[in-house]
């Protein structure tokens, strides 16, 4: 597996998207991206913007779960050098893949090696479960597990200042009290890369907390374990 995992896409754009899906897509004859922004009610906004930040790498190729088929989104997938899935409401993103019966595919196919990039909500998609996602379950969705790709379940826009940071980590021991997997939190900015089996900070700031233990500092190039 090769994802690629960001609390935030970029500096009011998406170049961290950009910089991250260039080595998948340069050299290649007419690549696809398959972009799944399942997490937000108004993709269609933001879908030019997005193809004007890919329009040199490659064409995007929008994954709708409610006017698709199972086999036209497994079809995209399959054609596509690599999966964009972007932030929005973690619940909603999570309910349309469960509903879609897309879930399954998509998990398959990342772990066979279709490369991930992903932000905000799609980032916490990765983990175990969505359960440390701060959306409201606005859609009322009773799925809650995630493609679980990694041990560890994420907290992205975790906050910078004392203050903040101390009420999200108050919360987080409430998940802490019924899960044993471990949480990643990541400040924007941040960049977290699984490669196989192997989870790195790449740059920015993020801590990690095990169950029964105090929260760590993550240093860039760290190599995480459960």
Not at 41 to 65: C, G, P, R, V
Not at 87 to 115: E, V
Not at 128 to 143: A, E, F, G, H
Not at 159 to 182: I, K
Request: hydrophobic share 40%.
């Amino acid at each position: 597996m090769e994802l690629h995992l960001f609390s935030s896409p970029g500096e009011n754009d998406i170049r961290y998207v950009i910089e991250a899906s260039r080595p998948y897509l340069e050299g290649k004859s007419d690549p696809t991206v398959a972009y799944l922004p399942l997490a937000s009610l108004y993709a269609e906004k933001w879908l030019e913007d997005n193809q004007k930040s890919f329009q040199s790498l490659a064409q995007l190729e929008m994954i709708n779960a409610e006017l698709m088929t199972l086999k036209e989104m497994e079809d995209i997938l399959r054609r596509a050098s690599l999966a964009y899935i972007p932030g929005g409401n973690t619940f909603l993103l999570n309910h349309r893949l469960h509903i879609s019966k897309l879930m399954d595919y998509l998990r398959r196919k990342i772990q066979a090696g279709l490369p991930l990039v992903a932000f905000s909500a799609g980032t916490v998609l990765c983990g175990p479960n969505i359960l440390t996602s701060k959306d409201m379950n606005t859609v009322s969705t009773t799925y809650f597990d995630g493609l679980n790709l990694t041990p560890f379940n994420f907290l992205v826009h975790y906050a910078q200042d004392a203050y903040g940071q101390s009420v999200h980590d108050d919360w987080l021991a409430d998940y802490g009290f019924f899960h044993d997997n471990p949480v990643i939190m990541m400040s924007d900015g941040a960049y977290i890369k699984v490669d196989g089996r192997k989870t790195t900070l790449v740059r920015g700031d993020a801590w990690i907390l095990r169950p029964n233990a105090e929260k760590e500092k993550i240093k860039p190039g760290a190599l995480l374990s459960k």
